[in-house]
């Protein structure tokens, strides 16, 4: 990761110091390995809605080679852009992967890993909207309610579109429920990851701001199913 940090310096002729970006990026790997005993790592006995939110994490978190795959492939791609700015490096990073065919090389390794073409392709996706919208969870809330804003974020990207196979049928917007659950999960799991690899962050402050992920992420998933597989009342179930 720092040669890679550092080569990237080298042909932008950024400023930011490569080394501390890339303790940032182990700390996240090492969070990342440690997902399936968060838990215990962040305990809150008698909090049900974080015990519900650890649950739902968990249910991925198998032996699930395009999971993993698909995690540690964010971790070394996401932050590429801090090397130039370390405010809004996400839309840069983001372009790298395309600019320096890193989409590819990662579904190659995963298809040296055994995924086969298709989910080696599909993971490469997820790669590229996770390291565009990894601090989602750090916008503020509008009037709508800060759901409503999240999604309303996240529509207007045409990768998360084309994720969730938003199609036009007889004047009605349509998205895929499948695609949307799984969103829902990689963004909690991703958000999971950065506020537990954070050594600035107390304990609590972890297992409270998780649990306020999972509360925006639970309402989009009683949107969704609400919704009729229609974008429109997806947003008005939110709205309400």
Same mark, same amino acid.
């Given at each position: ?21 890339? %303790? ?51 971790? !070394? ?11 809004? !490096? ?46 989602? !969870? ?38 895929? %429920?499948?695609? !949307? ?60």
């Amino acid at each position: 990761t720092l040669e890679l940090l550092a080569e990237a310096k080298q042909f932008t002729g950024g400023a930011s110091d490569e080394a501390t970006i890339a %303790q940032d990026v182990r700390r996240k790997l090492e969070a990342m390995l440690k997902l399936p005993i968060l838990e215990s790592r962040y305990p809150a006995p008698g909090d049900s809605e974080y015990g519900t939110a650890i649950n739902y994490l968990n249910q991925n978190l198998v032996d699930n080679l395009a999971i993993w795959g698909t995690l540690l492939s964010w971790a !070394f791609v996401h932050c590429l852009g801090r090397v130039l700015n370390e405010e809004d !490096f996400e839309g840069q990073s983001r372009s790298w992967i395309d600019e320096w065919l890193l989409g590819k090389i990662i579904a190659g390794a995963l298809r040296d890993l055994g995924l086969d073409e298709e989910r080696a392709w599909r993971a490469v996706g997820v790669v590229k909207l996770l390291t565009m919208h990894q601090r989602w !969870f750090e916008a503020e809330a509008p009037d709508k309610g800060r759901a409503y804003g999240v999604l309303e974020s996240w529509l207007q990207d045409g990768e998360v579109q084309g994720f969730l196979q938003v199609n036009r049928y007889q004047d009605v917007l349509w998205f895929n %429920q499948e695609a !949307f659950d799984q969103l829902l999960w990689w963004m909690l799991a991703m958000a999971a990851v950065t506020l537990s690899a954070d050594s600035h962050r107390p304990a609590a402050q972890v297992t409270e701001e998780i649990v306020g992920c999972y509360r925006v992420i639970g309402q989009l998933l009683r949107a969704g199913q609400g919704s009729e597989y229609q974008v429109e009342k997806l947003l008005a179930v939110l709205e309400g």
